[in-house]
């Protein structure tokens, strides 16, 4: 095979596709561009973050920072918010729909604060799935973000005389906009006679013609005619309503049309509903809207919005009910392109492998887990020598896991990189970034966790403009040798030996 040049059958494009160099000023997506050789994202030169004789924008911290580096830019998610919230106004008013939209964050793609706090800043409604999230809404409650007239969409399993169940009845007491979404009918049991009035919502089973084959024993909702009694249920007893129908398609998609065509039972099943529950009016959709986490990914969100109320309109007029008012959940698309994760190439290893291995001075399969356990992938790109000539390579972590490679085993998807040895990396390094990271990878590997073969924590900056526009940072450190050992339980044996550094542990 001639490894130059990118196979045309490549399903998937995570960067540069040949071997010759970056045009300046070329632009990859609507964040990611080049000039002078160098990478910018988000209108940020990365590679500057690592250089120790440099002029940073203000606010911007003026030290060299440690490799590797995770960057999270806080005001995409707001714009991502916006944008979403502009496409649904402008379907509303162009189909004359009669009800509103509302768009509602999905918060265990990232529970991180800044992240939350970023959704609620926004306007953004709160959905959440577990007794835990109960604590963040209330603190954002008494933070003032999360005010009377905000939507917490209470997801998740929440049986009689869990914790969930209880706390969220203390939200109720609280926060007037609170809505269990009940997954099974037992659930209803739990909030009964508590003297706490709750709308409820109900979550549908996908039905079996819209599930693939991993959906087949979903344990997730009830069926129509569950569905049909538990809102019976609801709306005989007393201080509760039926208010919300919640449909999940259950993974992205590439089309919007797949996904609406998905969502039609649930959407017809709500127009049945409404004849005979005169409280209902949300319908809540969620689990598909992608992120763009590779250069390729070309969903049309303005046609989804399109397609979605077009769908509503139609299946609510075959049943003469009013059209509802839509929830989106969405937790991906929200957050997955707000954060990059950045690495220094340490050496270069022929290896009588068929492809050169660029190892990079970190983990990829720790900071990515999809990329190792679902072989996904994501737009990886150099933050320098865009100029140079690039070669198709393959990129490797330090840890001593086979897996710990990019792109993932099993991947026909080409990766190019400047053409470098290992003596050119001394003298001029090379550095490189995971973009569209945001959304489920440092949750699954670990929030301030240790890792695989006891890997640091990266230092973490976390940037946002104020109202002036201006940038304002701060800087989460990242883990030091001592963070590590008292993570894995030995903080509780005495050291011995000198006493080592206090620093964050850079790397490679």
Not at 283 to 307: C, E, I, M, N, Q
Not at 412 to 426: I, N
Request: with cysteine; glycine share 10%; net charge negative.
């Amino acid at each position: 095979m001639d490894f130059t040049q990118a196979p045309p059958s490549a399903a998937r494009r995570i960067g540069w596709q040949s071997a010759t160099p970056v045009p300046d000023g070329h632009s990859f997506n609507r964040f990611l561009g080049t000039a002078g050789g160098r990478l910018r994202a988000h209108d940020l030169e990365l590679v500057a973050f690592f250089e120790p004789d440099r002029s940073p924008a203000a606010g911007l911290p003026a030290e060299a920072m440690p490799s590797p580096l995770e960057i999270a830019f806080l005001p995409d998610i707001r714009a991502r918010v916006a944008a979403m919230d502009r496409r649904f106004r402008r379907a509303i008013d162009e189909l004359g729909y009669p009800a509103p939209f509302h768009f509602a964050f999905a918060s265990k793609a990232n529970t991180a604060e800044e992240i939350v706090r970023s959704t609620l800043t926004a306007g953004a409604h709160h959905e959440m799935s577990s007794d835990i999230d109960v604590e963040i809404a209330r603190r954002m409650i008494q933070a003032g973000l999360l005010p009377e007239d905000r939507l917490v969409l209470a997801n998740g399993f929440k049986g009689p005389g869990s914790a969930y169940a209880r706390n969220l009845l203390e939200l109720g007491r609280e926060h007037p906009r609170v809505i269990p979404i009940l997954e099974d009918a037992s659930e209803l049991r739990g909030f009964a006679d508590s003297g706490v009035e709750f709308e409820f919502g109900i979550r549908i089973k996908k039905p079996q013609e819209a599930m693939g084959a991993g959906d087949r024993d979903s344990r997730f909702g009830v069926d129509a005619g569950a569905a049909e009694r538990l809102a019976a249920d609801i709306d005989e007893a007393s201080e509760a309503r039926f208010v919300l129908l919640h449909a999940m398609f259950g993974s992205a998609t590439d089309t919007p049309e797949e996904f609406v065509a998905a969502l039609e039972p649930a959407l017809d099943l709500y127009a049945r509903l409404g004849r005979r529950h005169r409280h209902l009016r949300f319908f809540d959709f969620g689990g598909g809207v992608p992120g763009r986490t590779t250069l390729d990914d070309s969903f049309d969100y303005d046609r989804f919005a399109r397609r979605l109320l077009e769908m509503a309109i139609e299946r609510c007029a075959a049943h003469g009910t009013r059209p509802p008012e839509l929830i989106g959940e969405f937790g991906r698309y929200t957050v997955s392109e707000h954060a990059a994760h950045l690495f220094r190439v340490i050496t270069v290893k022929e290896n009588g492998s068929a492809l050169p291995w660029y190892l990079v001075n970190g983990s990829i399969m720790t900071s990515f887990p999809d990329a190792w356990a679902l072989g996904e992938h994501f737009i990886c790109l150099p933050l320098n020598h865009l100029d140079r000539p690039f070669r198709r390579v393959r990129l490797g972590g330090i840890t001593c896991d086979r897996d710990d490679v990019y792109p993932p085993r099993g991947s026909s998807v080409p990766l190019f990189l400047p053409d470098l040895d290992t003596a050119e990396l001394r003298d001029n390094p090379l550095h490189v970034g995971f973009f569209s990271v945001g959304a489920y990878q440092e949750m699954l590997g670990g929030v301030r966790g240790s890792k695989h073969c006891v890997l640091p924590e990266a230092t973490e900056i976390l940037i946002d403009r104020n109202g002036d526009g201006d940038f304002v940072c701060d800087i989460l450190p990242g883990h030091t040798t001592e963070d590590v050992l008292h993570n894995l339980g030995y903080g509780r044996t005495a050291p011995t030996g000198p006493p080592r550094s206090t620093a964050p542990v850079r790397v490679g």
